[in-house]
């Protein structure tokens, strides 16, 4: 199994630009998780989905911010207009319902500096 | 609204000694999970606690529950260097959106020659 694959792992952008990250969770896993690493917030959870559907994107910073997830592979989270405050660690994460007692898997995260 | 604070948030130590990392969270859970990240690395899963009692021990760290005071620990023995690092406590409450796990604000251990 290859884990939670991520890309980019680094990201600079300038700001007003249009920036992509992706996420490919483990196969058979029916929770995807986009999670935001900075030292002033911590670990904050931006949206979830499960079957691929978002559940809760009550922590989505605003409008500029905007996640999908059409297949089970494959989930992407946006950012347009980019900007110098989104520069983080994003971090995807998946998870089974059916095997919730294993816990949550993350990928390598994407570093992202917005310039 | 689930909430989870971790102490302390800053832990220095000298290699030999004991210390503990609590973990409180806000609303009943009956699951809570431990992770470890490493400097510019990812979260690396240590100890899922899934009832009340629950301990678990891996090397010399070990993790226990206690679902009605609603705290977790996480006891390092004889702390070596190789155990520095940030370490999260998560938990996702219980009934509603069960799946949303909501992290601590993290302990970073730093362990002394």
């Known amino acids: 199994d290859a884990g939670v694959i991520q890309s980019p792992r680094h990201e600079v952008t300038e700001m007003g630009q249009e920036v992509t990250l992706r996420c490919k969770p483990i196969?058979?896993?029916?929770?995807l998780f986009w999670y935001r690493q900075t030292m002033m917030r911590g670990l904050e959870l931006l949206i979830y989905?499960?079957?691929?559907?978002?559940?809760?994107d009550s922590g989505m910073p605003e409008d500029r911010f905007s996640a999908k997830m059409p297949n089970a592979s494959f989930s992407t989270l946006k950012i347009q207009p980019s900007e110098p405050r989104d520069s983080a660690v994003y971090f995807c994460?998946?998870?089974?319902?059916?095997?919730?007692?294993?816990?949550?898997?993350f990928g390598s995260g994407t570093r992202l500096t917005v310039v | 609204e689930l909430k989870v604070e971790q102490n302390p948030l800053f832990l220095s130590m000298q290699e030999g000694k004991n210390y503990t990392i609590y973990c409180n969270y806000s609303?009943?859970?009956?699951?809570l999970y431990w992770y470890r990240q490493d400097p510019g690395k990812s979260l690396e899963s240590l100890f899922v606690?899934?009832?009340?009692?629950a301990v678990k021990q891996e090397g010399r760290l070990m993790a226990s529950l206690d679902t009605k005071a609603r705290l977790s620990t996480l006891h390092i023995t004889a702390a070596v260097h190789d155990l520095s690092a940030t370490y999260f406590c998560?938990?996702?409450?219980?009934?509603?959106?069960?799946?949303?796990?909501?992290f601590g604000t993290g302990t970073l251990l730093a362990v002394q020659p």
């Open positions: 994460a998946s998870s089974s319902s059916s095997r919730g007692a294993k816990g949550y898997t």
């Open positions: 606690l899934l009832s009340n009692g």
């Open positions: 609303t009943t859970s009956d699951r």
């Open positions: 998560a938990t996702a409450g219980r009934g509603g959106a069960t799946n949303k796990l909501i």
């Open positions: 196969s058979g896993h029916d929770y």
């Open positions: 989905f499960n079957n691929n559907v978002p559940i809760d």
